[in-house]
């Protein structure tokens, strides 16, 4: 299902960069959100500017709303939480489970994310689809 999709990260962002609707790059985990107008999204890597990163997540806006989809299920890093609450933003966050935790069973969280963000940026209605997800 996924073996069409990008890889690496340099190809994640391109993907997403002719493919996605206001596509803001990449943050990782530690780094607060900055800019994110409506419709926009970002490709979160949970892991620390210093590790390179560990696991790849969506982040997308809808109005007052930031949907978070993590494919394990978890909740965003604590300063991406943090930003989005200052910001005075809304949190949604699919908590289901749609990848196996096990890195060495299942690496497809990058294109997980990945195809998260074009459906949710070319959707009009965003926020079902992570309502759906957290069902």
């Not at 620390?48 to 007052?64: F, V």
């Not at 933003?89 to 497809?108: A, K």
Request: charged content about 20%; glycine content about 8%.
């Amino acid at each position: 299902m996924y073996t069409s999709l990008p890889t690496t990260s340099q190809q994640l962002e391109g993907y997403l960069y002719r493919n996605a609707t206001k596509f803001l790059g990449t943050k990782m985990g530690d780094e607060k959100i900055g800019k994110f107008p409506n419709r926009a999204s970002y490709l979160i890597n949970i892991g620390p500017k210093s590790s390179g990163g560990t696991h790849w997540t969506t982040l997308h806006r809808a109005g007052n709303t930031a949907l978070y989809y993590d494919p394990i299920g978890m909740p965003p890093p604590q300063v991406i939480y943090d930003s989005l609450r200052a910001k005075g933003l809304n949190i949604i966050m699919s908590t289901n489970q749609h990848q196996d935790p096990r890195q060495e069973i299942d690496q497809t969280c990058g294109q997980r994310a990945v195809r998260m963000i074009v459906m949710l940026s070319n959707s009009d209605d965003p926020e079902s689809i992570i309502k759906e997800l957290c069902d």
